[in-house]
């Protein structure tokens, strides 16, 4: 059964930084697309970054632009996201999530072409 585990999330003052892993088991990320995503409380699960693993081809939300950092080490089967200048916006439950066979195309709809998801993790950023 494939699995992945994202860790790594926690509560961090404003300003701060949180680097956020991705471990996949059962499932090797050999041409697939990462995604992180990110829902906040009363609000639709958004994008947030994807990186390719094949190709390393990276797309960014805007607003997270300059600020976050996706990255892959495909020996470990691990995806990261160091996220930095963290503000109280950042809140939210973050999921990995991966599309096989795919590169980091898409900018839109992307959560409807997942096929396998983490479990989440939490990230508060206090003002």
């Known amino acids: 059964e494939v699995q992945l585990q994202a860790s790594g999330g926690g509560l961090v003052q404003a300003g701060g930084s949180l680097r956020l892993s991705c471990v996949a088991s059962?499932?090797?990320?050999?041409?697939?697309?990462i995604y992180w995503f990110r829902q906040a409380p009363g609000k639709e699960r958004e994008g947030v970054s994807c990186?390719?693993?094949?190709?390393?081809?990276?797309w960014y939300r805007d607003s997270m632009k300059g600020r976050f950092t996706t990255s892959s080490d495909n020996a470990k089967n691990t995806v990261y996201l160091q996220m930095n200048s963290l503000q109280p916006e950042d809140t939210a439950v973050y999921y990995c999530?991966?599309?096989?066979?795919?590169?980091?195309?898409?900018?839109?709809?992307?959560?409807?072409?997942?096929?396998?998801w983490g479990q989440g993790t939490q990230v508060t950023v206090s003002s």
């Open positions: 990186i390719g693993s094949s190709d390393h081809r990276t």
């Open positions: 059962e499932f090797t990320f050999d041409d697939s697309a």
């Open positions: 999530g991966v599309e096989g066979e795919a590169s980091c195309v898409r900018t839109v709809g992307m959560e409807y072409a997942v096929d396998y």
